[in-house]
T-cell receptor, first 111, second 114 residues
Framework: SQQGEEDPQALSIQEGENATMNCSYKTSINNLQWYRQNSGRGLVHLILIRSNEREKHSGRLRVTLDTSKKSSSLLITASRAADTASYFCATYSGGYQKVTFGTGTKLQVIP | GAGVSQSPSNKVTEKGKDVELRCDPISGHTALYWYRQSLGQGLEFLIYFQGNSAPDKSGLPSDRFSAERTGGSVSTLTIQRTQQEDSAVYLC????????????FGPGTRLTVL
């Protein structure tokens, strides 16, 4: 498996429910970032968590990081139809800041 | 500029032809990245620029791929003798100083090799 793998690969929930996505990685990281990609092309940065942080919040988003397990989770609370998108984690490591994106979780929020 | 721009937005070419993709990063951003995304897949890292130099070219899939950045601004990704497997969306991103910062993505160039 590759650095930055998300699971599940696909997730379908009802509007108002919470959505949890997980990301696992293999090597030591400097920081981990979550991005969203709506149908189309551009990615939008959601949140960054540094290796010395364990939890971070931004609006309806909550990110946790467990460096001992080399994993992170993204929780979206009170989901909305507009949250329908693919979500990617990106890990940053190395002296020259090598960045690796995961394979993504496709979230569908049903109105 | 207001954001990262890429051109062209779509490119259809014949197998064996060369193509050049352009990325205009956000003004003042020193770090620039190229990624490739095949249909329904994740992002594949291609190359990273810090200023005009590329400390990490490890993601370039073959010697048919090359990239340059001039004046610490515009970057071009060139694919020579295109193959059908090169068909993908090519995404460019920039960040203020390094990959430790938030990356801002362009809308991408959809390349189709017939």
């Amino acid at each position: 498996s590759q650095q930055g793998e998300e699971d599940p690969q696909a997730l379908s929930i009802q509007e108002g429910e919470n959505a949890t996505m997980n990301c696992s990685y293999k090597t030591s990281i400097n920081n981990l970032q979550w991005y969203r990609q709506n149908s189309g092309r551009g990615l939008v940065h959601l949140i960054l968590i540094r290796s010395n942080e364990r939890e971070k919040h931004s609006g309806r988003l909550r990110v946790t990081l467990d460096t001992s397990k080399k994993s992170s989770s993204l929780l979206i609370t009170a989901s909305r139809a507009a949250d329908t998108a693919s979500y990617f984690c990106a890990t940053y490591s190395g002296g020259y800041q090598k960045v690796t994106f995961g394979t993504g979780t496709k979230l569908q929020v049903i109105p | 500029g207001a954001g990262v721009s890429q051109s062209p937005s779509n490119k259809v070419t014949e197998k064996g032809k060369d193509v050049e993709l352009r990325c205009d990063p956000i003004s003042g951003h020193t770090a620039l990245y190229w990624y490739r995304q095949s249909l329904g897949q994740g992002l594949e890292f291609l190359i990273y620029f810090q200023g005009n130099s590329a400390p990490d070219k490890s993601g370039l899939p073959s010697d048919r791929f090359s990239a340059e950045r001039t004046g610490g601004s515009v970057s071009t990704l060139t694919i020579q003798r295109t193959q059908q497997e090169d068909s993908a969306v090519y995404l460019c991103a920039s960040s203020a100083r390094s990959s430790w910062d938030e990356q801002f993505f362009g809308p991408g160039t959809r390349l189709t090799v017939l």
